[in-house]
């Protein structure tokens, strides 16, 4: 799977648990750029995207990666 | 239902469900019950509204009467304490504490219990304790009274004393749960080490449920009737053509399984829950196996109403609410046929239906999860009033037809795949005329050699028909059997249909194609015979509803006089 890929997987996957059909997420998306990414959703981020492409994330990942970017091209080493 | 798709219910909500306060006071991180338990309380038309108090406050929040807990005024107050905050506490101990500490615990418990109860008039949920063994002892650690577990489950034995002690408490039995679903997926640690969250994301919704179910149930929304079909539901097989020898029950393979759903009902029944069946089968064959099968366990003094004919499901579920006189939404049906329980879920949805498992192996595993009976109240149906519903039921007179059913079955969108018999439907052809004992005419069975010579006769003609609607294909479900007797006449050698599909329009539809053949080829009559045999009693008035004059033993439909039978089927 690419990494464009990838990203569209997780865009979907936030648009779902952040309930926003029209959310874009790019590369450089953070936490900063969505009001509503708090810890709580951030947990249900990770369990989703766990789910969808039958992964783990150490719980030192949680919080690690700077941008949506750096999550997928980690994702990318596990799939 | 996972945590994402509840939250998504959120938005159902409307000003008119009914409104209802609970308090969540919780020594963990409770922000995710909160959600679900809008979200599950959307789904069953509540609107919630939630009053949650930071981890830390739940002494304060009840020992104080002026808190901002009690100025809430809830209805429910949801306790949740959690087993792994318990183990931290546990861990700090010297051994002859740890001996006590369930007792100190219980104790505790109850003051804050009990404390509620004087301020205010909430009933209270609390959650019992998930276990966990630590095995640190291994395992004599179960033995041994200074170990955790050995606490826990002292502690989950108290409060079951302490509900029956205090009318406002009622035990949500999360340890059950926990054992239901495995205790891998209901905890996940890095949510605990993170955010002292105790419950794994999607087990919060199967908390939730159970808090409702609580709630219902002291509302009085329990459920009082279970209706149940019978073949391939509480035995394997269907009687009608198997016969009552050859039906699963017992002690034997998977009859177990069915013995086993047999035993739980029965359960039910000594619960208080009234029992019913609704089952397509002649009464007499049906209420035979209930007689003298010597596997059966429910028998018919069990049953309240016994509805087993050929009508739709739906106006016998409406007979049997007219004569217990309770209401659709405290009903349960189990059904294995999944057309029978889409019929119910759309023209009666305050019904509960349960989606039965493929495999009767699981029935039972699947509706004791479902825990679809929660009571707070114990009652006893007693005899007496089993024998009056019984006498009821026979008073009652049929009334009209469930008007909607019609529309149900266009709303299926049925279509029917009409060929002549080929090589490829040989095998279901030999299996359907091996098995069908009930829609079967003149009982005249094909083997493989038959099927293929009817295949390169110049005689003799068969058609396969078979249907699929909305929800899936049933294949092929139906065959007739055609020859000239006479000099332009069609004599049915033999037409059998599965049970199963009766009633849908199929034989109308089948009736009309072969009229419309019939035609083309320029015959001017189908003559039909029905030669009675123990089971073939549905198919008694067959041909008479299809429109079939009688005539000296045999049955008699001109062409030219013949009227299109209604039906909704299009041929696909």
């Given at each position: 799977?690419?990494l464009?890929?990838i990203l ?7 648009r779902?648990v ?6 874009v997420?790019?590369?450089?998306t953070n936490?900063d ?6 810890s ?6 990770i369990i ?8 783990t994330f ?6 690690k990666?700077k941008?949506?970017g ?10 | 239902?996972n945590?994402?798709e509840?939250?998504?219910s959120?938005i159902?909500?409307?000003?008119d469900?009914?409104?209802l ?13 909160n959600?679900a338990?809008?979200?599950?309380g ?5 609107n919630l509204e939630?009053f949650e108090?930071?981890?830390s406050?739940?002494?304060l929040n009840?020992?104080n009467d ?7 005024k809830?209805?429910f107050?949801?306790?949740c ?5 318990l183990q ?9 504490d740890?001996?006590i ?10 003051s804050l219990i ?6 205010s ?10 276990e966990?063994?630590d095995?640190?002892f ?5 033995r041994?009274k200074?170990t ?7 502690i989950?034995?108290d409060?079951?004393d302490l ?16 054992n ?15 955010s002292?969250?105790?419950?794994s994301?999607?087990f919060w919704?199967v908390?939730?449920e159970?808090?409702i179910?609580?709630?219902?149930s002291?509302l ?26 050859n039906?699963q029950?017992?002690?034997y393979g ?8 047999q ?11 009234i029992?019913?069946?609704v ?6 064959t049906a ?22 004919n050929w009508d ?11 004569v217990l ?7 349960v049906?189990?059904?294995?046929n999944?057309?029978e329980?889409?019929?119910i879920?759309s ?7 349960p989606e039965l498992p493929?495999?009767p192996?699981f029935?039972?595993?699947y509706?004791t999860?479902?825990n679809?009976?929660?009571s ?5 149906l ?5 024998l ?11 009334k ?5 059913f019609e529309q149900?079955?266009?709303d299926?969108?049925m279509t ?12 279901r ?6 098995r069908s004992?009930?829609f079967n ?6 083997s493989s050699?038959d ?11 068969g ?6 609607d909305r ?9 007739v ?10 004599f049915?050698?033999?037409w059998?249909?599965?049970c ?18 019939t035609?083309?080829?320029?015959f001017?009559k ?5 030669i009675?045999?123990k ?6 008035d067959l ?8 005539d000296?033993?045999l ?7 013949a009227?299109?039978q209604k039906?909704?089927?299009?041929r696909?």
């Amino acid at each position: 799977m690419s990494l464009e890929e990838i990203l569209k997987i997780v865009e979907v996957i936030f648009r779902e648990v952040i309930e926003d059909s029209t959310l874009v997420i790019k590369y450089d998306t953070n936490s900063d750029a969505i009001d509503e990414w708090d810890s709580l959703i951030n947990i249900e981020l990770i369990i989703a995207i766990e789910k969808e492409f039958d992964i783990t994330f150490d719980l030192s990942q949680f919080y690690k990666f700077k941008n949506v970017g750096q999550m997928c091209e980690w994702i990318k080493t596990q799939i | 239902m996972n945590f994402t798709e509840v939250k998504k219910s959120l938005i159902n909500i409307t000003e008119d469900m009914q409104k209802l306060k609970i308090s969540i006071l919780g020594d963990s991180s409770t922000q995710f019950l909160n959600i679900a338990l809008r979200g599950i309380g959307a789904k069953h038309s509540f609107n919630l509204e939630i009053f949650e108090s930071e981890f830390s406050q739940i002494e304060l929040n009840i020992l104080n009467d002026q808190s901002e807990y009690f100025k809430f005024k809830s209805e429910f107050t949801i306790l949740c304490f959690s087993s792994e905050i318990l183990q931290e506490e546990f861990y700090k101990l010297n051994d002859s504490d740890k001996e006590i500490f369930s007792a100190k615990k219980t104790e505790y418990y109850k003051s804050l219990i009990t404390k509620i109860n004087e301020s205010s008039g909430s009933k209270i949920i609390f959650l019992n304790f998930v276990e966990i063994n630590d095995f640190i002892f291994g395992h004599m650690t179960t033995r041994i009274k200074k170990t955790f577990i050995h606490q826990i489950r002292l502690i989950n034995n108290d409060l079951i004393d302490l509900s029956s002690e205090l009318e406002n408490l009622f035990i949500l039995d999360a340890s059950s749960l926990q054992n239901i679903h495995g205790r891998k997926n209901t905890y996940d640690p890095r949510l605990f080490i993170s955010s002292k969250v105790v419950f794994s994301l999607d087990f919060w919704p199967v908390i939730a449920e159970s808090i409702i179910k609580i709630v219902q149930s002291t509302l009085g929304y329990s459920k009082k009737c279970l209706i149940f079909d019978l073949d391939n539901t509480i035995w394997g097989g269907v009687v009608g053509d198997d016969g009552i020898e050859n039906i699963q029950i017992g002690n034997y393979g998977i009859g177990r399984a069915f013995s086993t759903l047999q035993r739980w009902i029965l359960e039910l029944k000594n619960r208080g829950i009234i029992l019913a069946v609704v089952s397509k089968n002649e009464l007499s064959t049906a209420q035979n196996v209930f007689r003298n099968h010597p596997d059966m366990l429910i028998r018919l003094n069990d049953i309240a109403v016994f509805q087993a004919n050929w009508d739709n499901k739906v106006d016998n579920i409406k007979r049997i609410k007219e004569v217990l006189n309770i209401s659709y939404d405290s009903m349960v049906f189990i059904d294995d046929n999944k057309f029978e329980r889409e019929s119910i879920k759309s023209l009666i949805p305050e019904i509960t239906v349960p989606e039965l498992p493929n495999d009767p192996t699981f029935y039972l595993d699947y509706l004791t999860e479902l825990n679809i009976f929660d009571s707070t109240t114990n009652t006893k149906l007693d005899g007496e009033r089993v024998l009056k519903y019984q006498q009821e039921s026979e008073r009652i007179i049929y009334k009209n037809q469930f008007n909607d059913f019609e529309q149900y079955l266009i709303d299926l969108k049925m279509t029917s795949k009409v060929n002549e018999f080929s090589t490829f439907d040989l095998p279901r052809i030999v299996q359907l005329s091996q098995r069908s004992n009930q829609f079967n005419l003149t009982t005249i069975r094909y083997s493989s050699k038959d099927v293929t010579d009817i295949i390169n006769s110049k005689e003799k003609i068969g058609f396969s028909f078979g249907l699929g609607d909305r929800f899936g294909d049933y294949g092929l479900i139906s065959y007739v059997v055609l020859y000239e007797r006479f000099k332009n006449e069609f004599f049915i050698e033999n037409w059998v249909m599965s049970c199963r599909v009766l009633k849908r329009g199929m034989e109308e539809f089948i009736i009309n194609y072969l009229v419309e053949y019939t035609k083309s080829i320029g015959f001017k009559k189908i003559i039909g015979e029905y030669i009675p045999t123990k089971k073939n009693i549905p198919v008694l008035d067959l041909f008479e509803r299809l429109g079939f004059i009688y005539d000296d033993n045999l049955w008699v439909l001109p062409i030219n006089t013949a009227k299109k039978q209604k039906n909704v089927i299009e041929r696909s």
